[in-house]
């Protein structure tokens, strides 16, 4: 029961159009060829029945919001936020004409939902259900138009099938750089060494050649979208499981706190750095805010260099492992790197450190395993790290400089080495001081870039100058400061080539001809990105349908199941734990393990990630159990798209591919957005959709905090939960006030203050249409009423404001509406939810004042109010309908208003008089006044007549539409 007294009975009113809605099933988008009934809505509007073709049907747009794991602790007042602008977008675009798909699902596999199993021993899905059920119904109850027949869940069977066929499309596929797209592995041709005379290089050569053969499969293995690789890999031990970097925090996991260590197993990757290139290339064909696309790049991290092999100085290793290759941004510093430095997990290490040095550097790993990426790379943390005892041979110069292990470099990233330039990079510099190797100056930089808090008082600065291109250069350089900055080339040649006194992009030119000419390096770009690691040892989590054996020499190799075997299941356990021996939970099922003669199941589970990389392509034909997607729906949702157009006869003239707005936080603005996008280009290479990016709009909502201006966390106790809100002001008012706070991407704090507001409002909007004397019946009635009496049969006891007529509306009644036409269809067009509801705010400030209130006027408006306070709107809307027959359609597809331009041009405007310059009084005139009529009527003005007596009006100056000035003396 509320605490207050209801500005509107919404406590009736929302059930009873939310039923209304799903009895209709009035936002159900239809696909090409579905069968429309005569008497829907959709049909009614657009002149359909029976099975339309995609030509038929009106112009799509499909509006996603970024589906949510459905939690034990339920929805917070800030998830919403996002729902609540895609479903004003949503219901204002079926308005103008579009056919929509604003479709809700829930990314359901999880740790969380494991987690509780492993505690008490409950099967995941059990808990999964549970959630997903009363996340369903708060979101049902806020009134959003969603097509509920296309639900779906990650973890259904008929959904997971799918995941699984995709990664099968992907195991089979390889990529090919002369194409530079996906083929089937069919199609990869084996180098000479592996074509056996007579066959075929797809050949299968089940023949006596079974080495050729296990050879083959090895090299098609290395080619691989998804390949097996023994990989460094966040482990906890205490959840058993491999995590992904952004799940660990501070070196911890971020479900439950328990330590993480690194440590390298055996993993299921994906080849994503075979698109980084496309990946980069094709942020410009779609329309993303420029940090989020900043953010992308940025994460891909595309840089140009060349790769430099050091050989290793007394090596007595095969000659494939006795050099050490580098890839470096700035080969013109080569004459500059004093030492080398391996990530301490380099395949290396062992190989090269000597028996002095192999206690410390045994420590000194155990103790890296323990940091995260993001700890060991901070720019601000302490320099660490140990000497291997082994050297290299700079190639440049044939310097013999010391190798060292630091975390400080990532196995993960480029080859895992680096070459040190201290003089010229401050990572280096700090890890050379404090180590005390040499700082060896191979750039001068010129001393006008040069920060002055640089140049100490202690530190030895050394001014020369270099003329080039005709143009004098003062330089600086120094051993006791760090310059990492372009510049031109100094100590820097040998006998065969110089690089003095050449600028940076020169010099790097003429080193990386010369390493090439010499076979020691080579011209190369890098990519930050590193191939994507895809599996986890849980239980909750889509099973690979992958098996392995082993050959004739009693190797394992794996080998993937025919699509036909799909989907593969999970078995039923008792203990969702992990095996004693480490091993992932799958491992206890033994029956199901062997269940395939000759061969075991692969126990790794595919991450979460896997469901949401594609879960807007299922949407499109969630119930088709022979394919992922129709190909005519794909192509019809996903083909063009109408983002940009609001007129649906223009056709797609101006059309765009992919969904035409996606929203969702910014916390999945990089790795969520990325992996789709590469599993979208990986299906767009081999047929099966018809774009090459699965999103062409993408707007980022802000997040809503919580009262103290803090993150809403159960921990801080700082949690709003809806249900509250909506029992004390009901949905429309929620949905309101979530828009009217700011910018949809801001951040804002909560403030239930503020819900009041926006609910006063839409009371202020009821009590422009209702008779007080009949709601003031209805609410004695519904004191008294019994359980019998439907909230219908209450509603029916209010009648309409008896000010309400069916006349012409006035010039300015028309003006005052036209005005909010104008403003609000301008703010939907640019996600300015919270000005347009300012807009009509003003209107209802104004149309509450009229005498007479012509309903063409106000039923109009209630189309203006339909998407963002839907149920109240429909409500209105039904009582004009009753009793004036305004239309006959129903309001989430009424035709959306036009404003007229004409009837916005005042037809009165005010023009201030002055007399020497000075405002005696303001006077209304005709807009098309003369300058004589209003020189006639300044002159007549009653308040400037006492500033001319007994003066001589010397003249009258007139600005057409502006003033007029009598000048007298």
Not at 22 to 35: G, I, L, Y
Not at 369 to 397: C, H, W
Not at 559 to 567: D, I, K, Q, R, V
Not at 919 to 943: G, P
Request: with cysteine; aromatic share 10%; charged share 25%.
């Amino acid at each position: 029961m509320a605490s207050i007294r209801r500005q509107y009975p919404f406590h009736l009113i929302e059930p009873k159009w939310q039923q209304t809605w799903e009895q209709q099933q009035a936002f159900r988008a239809f696909n090409p060829n579905d069968e429309i009934p005569a008497s829907h809505p959709f049909g009614v509007r657009h002149g359909l029945s029976g099975k339309v073709s995609a030509t038929q049907l009106p112009p799509k747009f499909y509006i996603l919001d970024m589906f949510p794991y459905p939690s034990g602790a339920g929805l917070h007042v800030g998830h919403p936020e996002g729902y609540t602008a895609t479903d004003i977008l949503a219901r204002y675009r079926r308005a103008c004409g579009f056919n929509v798909l604003h479709p809700m699902g829930w990314d359901s596999f999880g740790l969380p939902a494991e987690q509780y199993a492993v505690k008490t021993g409950q099967h995941p899905r059990v808990t999964t259900e549970a959630n997903i059920a009363n996340f369903t119904r708060q979101i049902k109850s806020l009134g959003f138009s969603y097509d509920w027949s296309r639900e779906l869940a990650t973890t259904d069977v008929e959904y997971f099938k799918w995941t699984q066929w995709i990664f099968l499309k992907l195991y089979n596929s390889w990529f090919n750089p002369e194409t530079n797209k996906a083929e089937p592995i069919e199609t990869l041709k084996y180098p000479a060494e592996l074509v056996a005379s007579g066959l075929r290089p797809d050949s299968s050569a089940h023949s006596a050649d079974t080495t050729l053969e296990d050879k083959r499969r090895i090299y098609r293995d290395s080619k691989r979208l998804a390949y097996v690789s023994e990989a460094p890999v966040n482990w906890c031990p205490e959840l058993g499981t491999v995590l992904a970097n952004e799940e660990v925090i501070d070196g911890k996991s971020e479900v439950g706190g328990f330590p993480v260590i690194r440590k390298p197993m055996r993993q299921w990757m994906l080849r994503i750095t075979a698109y980084a290139e496309k990946l980069l290339a094709d942020l410009d064909t779609i329309d993303w805010s420029d940090s989020l696309k900043e953010m992308q790049r940025n994460w891909i991290g595309r840089s140009e260099g060349a790769e430099v092999d050091f050989q290793i100085a007394d090596c007595g290793l095969p000659i494939a492992d006795s050099k050490i290759r580098v890839f470096t941004t700035r080969p013109d510093t080569l004459f500059g790197a004093t030492y080398m430095v391996l990530a301490p997990e380099h395949r290396l290490v062992d190989e090269i450190v000597t028996e002095e040095q192999s206690n410390a550097v045994e420590n000194y790993r155990e103790h890296t395993a323990r940091k995260s990426d993001l700890e060991r790379t901070e720019l601000a943390k302490e320099k660490s790290g140990v000497f291997t005892g082994a050297f290299a041979i700079n190639p440049v110069n044939g310097e013999k400089i010391p190798i060292w292990i630091a975390d400080y470099v990532l196995a993960s990233y480029g080859t895992g080495a680096i070459m040190a330039v201290p003089a010229h990079d401050e990572r280096d510099f700090g890890f050379a001081k404090k180590f005390k190797l040499p700082v060896k100056p191979v750039v001068a930089v010129e001393t006008s870039k040069i920060l002055h808090p640089l140049l100490t008082p202690t530190a030895v600065v050394h001014l020369i100058t270099i003329d080039h291109d005709g143009k004098s250069h003062a330089l600086s350089y120094s051993s006791d400061l760090c310059f990492p900055l372009e510049g031109f080339a100094i100590s820097s040649s040998n006998s065969e080539i110089s690089l003095n006194g050449l600028p940076t992009a020169e010099a790097k030119t003429e080193i990386t001809a010369w390493l090439e000419e010499k076979g020691l390096g080579k011209k190369t770009i890098n990519y930050k990105l590193r191939d994507w690691l895809f599996s986890r040892q849980r239980y909750w989590g889509e099973p690979f349908p992958i098996i392995w054996k082993k050959d004739a020499a009693g190797n394992l190799y794996h080998e993937a199941l025919p699509e036909g075997s799909l989907p593969v299941l999970p078995p039923t356990l008792e203990d969702y734990k992990p095996t004693a021996g480490g091993e992932p939970p799958l491992a206890r099922a033994k029956d199901w393990l062997n269940e395939i003669p000759g061969a075991t199941r692969e126990t790794n589970t595919m991450p979460q990630w896997a469901g949401s990389c594609w879960y807007y392509l299922r949407y499109l034909d969630a119930k088709n159990s022979n394919a992922f997607v129709g190909k005519d729906v794909e192509q019809y949702w996903m083909g063009v798209a109408s983002s940009l157009r609001l007129d649906p006869s223009a056709h797609s003239a101006d059309s765009t591919p992919g969904v035409d707005l996606y929203v969702g936080g910014t916390e999945h603005a990089v790795l969520h957005l990325l992996y789709a996008r590469f599993w979208h280009k990986v299906l767009f290479d081999l047929g099966h959709v018809s774009t090459p990016e699965p999103f062409f709009k993408l707007v980022n909502q802000g997040l809503i905090l919580g009262e103290d201006g803090q993150k809403m966390s159960k921990s801080r106790g700082n949690v709003v939960n809806p249900d509250d809100v909506l029992v004390e002001y009901g949905a429309d008012a929620f949905r309101l006030y979530e828009m009217f706070m700011g910018p949809l991407q801001d951040t804002k704090p909560w403030n239930t203050k503020g819900v009041e507001g926006v609910y006063r409002f839409l009371g202020r909007v009821w009590r422009l249409f209702v008779d007080e004397q009949s709601e003031t019946e209805f609410e004695q009635a519904e004191t008294l009423t019994t359980t019998t009496q439907s909230r219908e049969e209450l509603l029916n006891l209010i009648k309409l404001n008896a000010s309400i007529k069916d006349v012409a509306a006035t010039p300015a009644q028309l003006k005052t509406l036209h005005a909010c036409i104008k403003k609000v269809t301008e703010d939907l067009d640019g996600l300015r939810f919270n000005t347009a509801i300012s807009a009509m705010m003003v209107f209802v400030n104004d149309a509450i004042t009229w005498e007479t209130k012509p309903v063409s006027v106000l039923k109009t408006f209630l189309q203006l109010l339909a998407p963002f306070s839907p149920h109240l709107a429909e409500e209105l809307w039904a009582k004009l309908n009753s009793s004036f027959i305004i239309h006959h359609s129903s309001l989430p597809y009424s035709l959306w208003p036009k404003f007229d331009p004409a009837l916005l041009v005042e037809s009165e405007i005010e023009i201030p008089v002055q007399v020497n310059g000075k405002l005696r009084d303001v006077i209304k005139v005709s807009a098309n006044a003369t300058a004589a009529e209003l020189e006639a009527l300044a002159l007549a003005n009653e308040k400037a007549k006492p500033y001319l007596e007994g003066k001589t009006i010397k003249k009258i100056i007139v600005v057409p539409k502006k003033l007029v000035n009598i000048v007298a003396a």
